[in-house]
């Protein structure tokens, strides 16, 4: 499986509906983070998680990571049709820095 | 503070041609990443600038490609000749440091190669 794999590669809900995407890796990390990319877009940082953290929340964002699993989940919850988007989640490999990405999660969100 | 920017934001190219992209970091940031995802793949690293000097350059997929950063300000990168395979968002990011420093992201170039 490729570094920093998305699960699943798409996902359709209901508005209002929580949406949860997960990813894997397999190297040592300094960080974990998840980036959302509109159709068309640039990509946009959502939330950091660093590697002696075990969970995080930014808004209706949860985002968790088990080091000792190499993965991490995007917990979206009352989704709304804005929230329509692909998900990225990028690892940084401990000691090169270099960011490793995953192919992502589309998730798009019917209103 | 004005983000990451890329130009152009879309090209078209045929087989064969040169094209330069280019990105202006973030003010201040002196690490400035490119990354490229090909279509249906995951986004790539290419090469890493810390000011001007290119720190890592592993991902660079051949010698058509060129990346300068001179003055450590913004960056071009230049595909000469360009190739079906290339096409693809280049995307550009700068942080102010490494480590857990975040990157941030630019729109991204859409590179279509005829």
């Known amino acids: 499986s490729q570094q920093g794999e998305e699960d699943p590669q798409a996902l359709s809900i209901q508005e209002g509906e929580n949406a949860t995407m997960n990813c894997s890796y397999k190297?040592?990390?300094?960080?974990l983070q998840w980036y959302r990319q509109n159709s068309g877009r640039g990509l946009v940082h959502l939330i950091l998680?660093?590697?002696?953290?075990r969970e995080k929340h930014s808004g209706r964002l949860r985002v968790t990571l088990d080091t000792s699993k190499k993965s991490s989940s995007l917990l979206i919850t009352a989704s709304r049709a804005a929230d329509t988007a692909s998900y990225f989640c990028a690892t940084e490999d401990s000691g090169t820095y270099k960011y490793i990405f995953g192919t992502g999660t589309r998730l798009k969100v019917l209103a | 503070e004005a983000g990451v920017t890329q130009f152009p934001s879309h090209s078209v190219i045929e087989k064969g041609q040169t094209v330069t992209l280019r990105c202006d970091p973030i003010?201040?940031?002196?690490?400035l990443y490119w990354y490229r995802r090909v279509m249906g793949k995951e986004i790539k690293f290419l090469l890493h600038f810390v000011k001007e000097s290119k720190q890592d350059e592993s991902g660079m997929p051949n010698n058509r490609f060129l990346a300068e950063r001179t003055g450590g300000t913004y960056s071009t990168l230049k595909v000469q000749p360009a190739e079906l395979e290339d096409s693809g968002v280049y995307f550009c990011?700068?942080?102010?440091?490494?480590?857990?420093?975040?990157?941030?992201f630019g729109p991204g170039t859409r590179l279509t190669v005829l």
């Open positions: 003010s201040g940031h002196d690490n």
């Open positions: 990011a700068s942080s102010r440091g490494q480590g857990t420093d975040t990157q941030y």
């Open positions: 998680i660093r590697s002696n953290e």
């Open positions: 190297t040592s990390i300094n960080n």
